[in-house]
């Protein structure tokens, strides 16, 4: 039988309540694409506003095979022990095609999930990283209203999403792995500069040494390069998931980073610039959107696009035709 | 006597024929703010386009006393000896506050400039970046219409002018000194992943030891970064501006850089790529100033921006609240 659609009034009050059920349903909302979930899911979203804002957001990163999932379920669970509350979201734009590459293995967070005070969601099936970006924003809102605070935010790093979480997070963490020989395999352009912290993981038995030398080659690299934060170094650090040693200190890094920004003014200022940026982006793209609505334009943008790449038609006098054809059709 | 204002006529049979007094005068045009003056310029370039695309476009940056204006002076000038053409260009944003920091001081590329077939502009002083850009652009169509075949565009690297001018050229300089210790003293986030190639300069006297040393460090560092462009890799090289050793390497290595592009497609596909990122940016932008050209929306966003910044408002209730209103007016 199909659910009946909660009301607003229902969701609010559920998610203050702390009735993770109702959560789990508003985060569906959110995640819808239909136009009428889409206005209940701004409503409840525009009530819960003064509840959001109170966790702190770190982001995780990494080459494939290092361990990400497993770094998570441990970090989640030491969090948990410490009497936090989690909540891990996932952002992968891929995930439509892969069906569920990210978080869906959820055998590989056991440790996490036997906590109650964790939660865990897949990544949005949204298509598009727009499509998941826009999601998981309203998804993290939702999670701190709930009262979460720390919520972690994995990326399996398809496309843009790096910069995408980098947008959304606090504090930015790569995970990598030693033995990667003299390249950084995997890794993309840009994205060590994102960072607030490299973790080598994997640093336990045999490969202790090897965990070593690759902390103090991208300590050498990091040393090239600016840190993504004002105010704080990225440094590299050594860690094991699997026996958990490194990760208390680890923590202890990402609270001093905490105090450190929120000393010197820059949490806040980030918060604010990722709120305006977020809206600036929505609104370019709502305004190109509608242009494109339009049948006469959509055509005449392609033809022009052609033109324009094949270096026949100077892109400024391109845009000024397409402005001023809209300006006549839209009078 | 205020000069009359030439034709399009007069200025396109002008660059055709190789009149250094119209291009220049062509240049002018493109450079001005004034509306009839930017009629003028895109109906020129409008003619002017077959002509163009036939250069190599090479920007250059680097660390403030690092030498690019010799680098570009000793490498422009053997150009001219080997036959070639040789435009100079600049992007600073910043040069009408300075007053022309950049190529304002013509003593520092006397060499090239007692050449004939050299031609130096310097920065137009458009205010902000977007503005230079736009100038730039042009100024490099009319130039290689006029039939330069090497363009030299240097920045000084204020805000994002390194991404801008990479999204100008085929190819990226990146001009760099040892003695710099360990980081990367005045060189700016991600810059180095914008390059095809780095010179050590001053590779010369007491320096050489210097110089070796801080290429292989350089090595070193894009060993662990990805290259700019597909298909090769980005290296350090050592030279003297000065006394000219391992410029004719550099222009070996530009030349190989060229035909390795040719060959696999890349140089051809970025040029496309760049001519439509420019003309969606420039959409974008006149879709965002029409928007902002009332004065209704522009209030409404001032007010929203601040509930948003401050965390009151989420940004995509923001954005619907500006569109269903911005529609409501426009009808």
Redesign the interface.
């Known amino acids: 039988a199909k659910r009946r659609q909660l009301s607003v009034d229902e969701l609010e009050i559920g998610i203050r309540s702390g009735d993770r059920t109702l959560l789990a349903r508003a985060i569906t909302l959110v995640e819808s694409n239909a136009p009428a979930h889409q206005a209940l899911a ?1 409503e409840l ?2 009530r819960l ?2 509840e ?2 109170k966790s702190l957001r770190v982001g995780i990163t990494g080459v494939p095979g290092a361990g990400k999932s497993t770094m998570i379920d441990t970090l989640g669970a030491m969090l948990c022990e410490k009497g936090f509350k989690v909540a891990v979201l996932a952002v992968d734009p891929s995930s439509s095609v892969t069906k569920g590459s990210i978080l869906g293995d959820k055998t590989r967070m056991e440790k996490l999930l036997g906590h109650k005070s964790a939660f865990v969601r897949p990544s949005p099936t949204g298509g598009c990283l727009g499509g998941v970006a ?1 999601k998981t924003r ?1 998804t993290l ?1 939702l999670c701190e209203a709930f009262g979460f605070d720390v919520i972690l935010l994995e990326t399996v790093g398809v496309g843009q999403s790096e910069v995408t979480v980098r947008s959304m997070v606090d504090f930015f963490l790569l995970v990598m792995i030693s033995g990667a020989g ?3 395999q995997g890794i ?3 994205v ?2 994102l960072a607030d912290a490299i973790v080598v993981n994997k640093a336990d038995g045999d490969n202790v040494r090897k965990a070593r030398m690759a902390k103090a ?1 991208y300590n ?2 990091l ?4 840190p993504c934060t004002e105010g704080w170094k990225t440094k590299a650090y050594m860690a094991s998931a699997l026996t958990k040693e490194g990760i208390p200190e680890l923590w202890e890094k990402i609270q001093l980073f905490k105090e450190t920004v929120q000393a010197n003014g820059v949490f806040e200022k980030r ?2 610039t990722q ?2 940026d ?2 600036h982006e ?3 793209e ?3 959107q ?2 494109l609505a339009n049948t006469v334009m959509h055509g005449r ?1 392609q033809d ?2 052609a033109a ?13 035709d ?2 001023e054809h809209w ?1 006549r059709l ?1 009078r």
Chains 1, 2 share one sequence.
């Open positions: 701004q979203l525009d506003m003064p959001t804002g826009r309203e809102l003299d390249e950084l993309k352009k840009g060590i500069e080659e050498r690299v040393s090239f390069l600016h918060r604010q709120n305006l977020w809206m929505l609104l370019n709502a305004l190109r509608r242009f943008l022009l696009s324009v790449a094949r270096g026949e038609v100077p892109p400024v006098k391109a845009v000024e397409l402005i300006v839209d």
